[in-house]
């Protein structure tokens, strides 16, 4: 019997080198795990009702304890087994959860807000291993920054300025962390097992059933015989799958594990390669109609559907895809590649016959999203279909042994998801209880002394150093509440686009040195160092770069207003983006390879025309069409010269 594919991304747990029968327990937990979710979203209505804060515990007790199985505490401890004091901590930290949610009752209607010193000490080190899960998940840096807003409340009343807040005592921190909705509970509990779990779902019945092999395919298929085809391949292949898994550093793994090498193969140098593929992940995370959990934590914020969000991110993700795609045409003109050999590409028709299910199911996916407004429903309707769907063709179905692996691989999925996560529910309880939002927003404010470009420069330093910790998320909900404020306060802006704009500013830092994981993850796929095709990820992303901030101050780039106006920024924004790409890379179509001078000029020239702003875009096509006219001018008086010298002799 044919073995799942091994395009996961998730192949970084222990889950292979632990005994058998933790792997039996880490199956059941996982089955039961996502019956209760079932359960709770479908069936939770009469007889038996699951209140949230019961649904909630249970799931963290089953998942959190799972993070402590296949987590490994060090990759050195990777292929060792569960050490003892794993174990310990499976244990401990379902105990604890399963005691919370015997309780929950009481904690929901009464209130522990002051526990008891039984209480207490439970809290504590359930706090404490909610911490350890997610700096297994997500690294040291991302949970040394929870755990200090966390324990914000402790010292708040001694700090100065903007950071001064009200100071709580630690078993009213521990109380509110633990017991609350303005801790863990609260939204990082809502966002992982309300909203995420049901697209978790639908992305390992999409992996069990050979998913992302068919969009690798049907991106070979369209794109593949295009000069610099394999990299084209990637953009697409990664576009498709980030913008289902909702995770940059994933879709690097199972997508770049494929594309990488290709690209390499072709010609392209290993640290360009890794550079495509780390900047079409990044991309993919914003791109509808999925979008991961991005849209749905701006969704619960604004209190806007799913459906504004999506439409909203529609021209963004376009602009940065087309800017991807016509450096990565650049590169390949001026370095003379060629499109992958006919016989070397599936047949688009026989890719799309075999899986037509798939596009079925997103397509299905998409109206039950948006025309429907099923949200957190639609991706178990379209996990259902797609299960049905698989029984039709023998290469994807989804056989016992399949079904089983599936549960382990949605197992893993949402362990991982949970581990990083939680720990977004210190940033919110230290953030909301000492008022401190408020008073950071008043504090940018007023330390920017009113200057609009003061305080939105301190917010883009700060939306990419709190991105820096690889959770854009937690960075985004930190911000939402602290700088979002100011920003439209001062600038009169469209709070949609605001949100969105410190969104897409918190990936920046996946791609940025000095830390861009993203990139020095496809790094490693490729062998390629680490920094040099983090440099590289900058200078192909570079819309992500200026493509906020242009639809801060023109939202019908999210379109928010009028069509007409909508186009016509979007074509602008295509120009100037080709004359950019076209600078960056050193390559004109139809003029070939460009000097230096030239291409400073045209790339100025290309963000002049996108921006905005009708003087701005008149100076830009002015500077593009003289700098051209010079080009032009020199090769034909160049190619004369050369005639007459030839003439001569």
């Known amino acids: 019997m044919e073995d799942l594919p091994k395009e996961t991304g998730i192949e970084s747990t222990r889950y292979d080198s632990i005994p058998g029968y933790l792997k039996i327990v880490f199956l059941v937990f996982s089955i039961v795990?996502?019956?209760?979710?079932?359960?709770?979203?479908?069936?939770?209505?009469?007889?038996?009702v699951l209140i949230d804060f019961a649904y909630y515990y249970l799931m963290i007790a089953i998942f959190c304890a799972c993070s402590f199985l296949i987590l490994p505490a060090s990759s050195k401890d990777k292929k060792k087994g569960v050490p003892w004091y794993d174990l310990m901590a499976v244990i401990v930290a379902f105990c604890i959860a399963i005691h919370f949610f015997l309780h929950s009752s009481e904690i929901t209607y009464t209130g522990w807000h002051q526990p008891t010193t039984v209480n207490l000490v439970l809290a504590s080190i359930f706090c404490l291993l909610v911490l350890e899960a997610g700096r297994r998940a997500a690294g040291l840096i991302y949970i040394g920054f929870a755990a200090i807003i966390g324990l914000y409340p402790l010292y708040a009343e001694h700090m100065p300025g903007m950071l001064f807040g009200k100071g709580f005592s630690f078993t009213w921190v521990m109380g509110f962390t633990t017991f609350t909705a303005e801790g863990l509970v609260g939204i990082p509990s809502w966002l992982c097992f309300d909203i995420l779990i049901g697209f978790l779902v639908l992305a390992g019945m999409l992996i069990a059933s050979g998913g992302g092999t068919f969009f690798l395919n049907l991106a070979l298929a369209l794109f593949g015989r295009f000069r610099g085809g394999s990299a084209k391949v990637a953009v697409v292949s990664s576009g498709f799958f980030g913008s289902l898994s909702g995770s940059s550093i994933s879709n690097v793994i199972a997508t770049g594990s494929i594309t990488i090498p290709s690209m390499k193969r072709t010609g392209y140098p290993p640290h360009y390669a890794g550079a495509i593929e780390a900047c079409a992940s990044t991309g993919g995370v914003l791109m509808p109609p999925v979008m991961g959990a991005a849209a749905f934590v701006v969704c619960a914020f604004l209190g806007i559907e799913y459906a504004v969000v999506v439409k909203a991110?529609?021209?963004?993700?376009?602009?940065?895809?087309?800017?991807?795609?016509?450096?990565?045409?650049?590169?390949?003109?001026?370095?003379?590649?060629?499109?992958?050999?006919?016989?070397?590409?599936?047949?688009?028709?026989?890719?799309?016959?075999?899986?037509?299910?798939?596009?079925?199911?997103?397509?299905?996916?998409?109206?039950?999203?948006?025309?429907?407004?099923?949200?957190?429903?639609?991706?178990?309707?379209?996990?259902?279909?797609?299960?049905?769907?698989?029984?039709?063709?023998?290469?994807?179905?989804?056989?016992?042994?399949?079904?089983?692996?599936t549960f382990v691989i949605i197992g893993k999925l949402i362990t991982q998801v949970v581990a990083m996560g939680l720990p977004i529910g210190f940033i919110i309880c230290g953030l909301v209880i000492t008022g401190v939002s408020a008073a950071f927003s008043a504090g940018l404010i007023s330390f920017g002394g009113e200057q609009f470009w003061l305080v939105l420069l301190m917010g883009i330093v700060a939306c990419y150093i709190l991105g820096m910790a690889g959770m854009s998320i937690s960075a985004y909900i930190?911000?939402?509440?602290?700088?979002?404020?100011?920003?439209?306060?001062?600038?009169?802006?469209?709070?949609?686009?605001?949100?969105?704009?410190?969104?897409y500013y918190?990936?920046?830092?996946?791609?940025?040195?000095?830390?861009?994981?993203?990139?020095?993850?496809?790094?490693?796929?490729?062998?390629?160092?680490?920094?040099?095709?983090?440099?590289?990820?900058?200078?192909?992303?570079?819309v992500l770069y200026f493509i906020p901030l242009f639809f801060l101050f023109k939202p019908a780039l999210i379109l928010e207003g009028p069509i007409l106006e909508s186009?016509?920024?979007?074509?602008?924004?295509?120009?100037?983006?080709?004359?950019?790409?076209?600078?960056?890379?050193?390559?004109?179509?139809?003029?070939?390879?460009?000097?230096?001078?030239?291409r400073a000029a045209i790339a100025i020239a290309g963000v002049l025309i996108a921006f905005p702003e009708w003087k701005t875009t008149v100076f830009g096509a002015i500077v593009a069409a003289l700098t051209s006219g010079i080009i032009l001018i020199q090769r034909k008086m160049a190619a004369k010269e050369l005639a007459n010298t030839q003439q001569a002799v």
């Open 33 to 48: 795990g996502i019956a209760l979710a079932v359960y709770y979203h479908f069936f939770n209505v009469s007889g038996m």
């Open 313 to 405: 991110a529609i021209i963004p993700a376009l602009l940065f895809y087309f800017g991807l795609l016509m450096q990565i045409d650049s590169y390949a003109a001026k370095a003379g590649f060629k499109g992958l050999p006919r016989d070397e590409l599936p047949s688009l028709k026989a890719t799309l016959k075999e899986g037509w299910q798939f596009i079925a199911v997103l397509v299905f996916l998409l109206w039950g999203l948006i025309f429907m407004r099923w949200e957190e429903k639609a991706p178990y309707y379209a996990a259902i279909m797609l299960f049905l769907l698989s029984f039709i063709g023998k290469e994807n179905r989804l056989t016992p042994r399949r079904i089983a692996e």
């Open 478 to 503: 930190f911000l939402a509440v602290t700088l979002a404020p100011a920003i439209i306060t001062l600038g009169n802006l469209n709070t949609l686009a605001v949100h969105l704009f410190i969104l």
């Open 506 to 542: 918190a990936m920046i830092s996946m791609i940025t040195p000095p830390v861009a994981m993203c990139a020095f993850v496809a790094a490693a796929v490729a062998g390629a160092s680490p920094l040099k095709t983090a440099w590289t990820a900058m200078r192909l992303g570079v």
């Open 567 to 598: 186009a016509y920024y979007f074509v602008l924004c295509l120009l100037g983006i080709a004359f950019l790409a076209w600078g960056l890379e050193g390559y004109m179509v139809r003029i070939g390879r460009i000097n230096w001078w030239a």
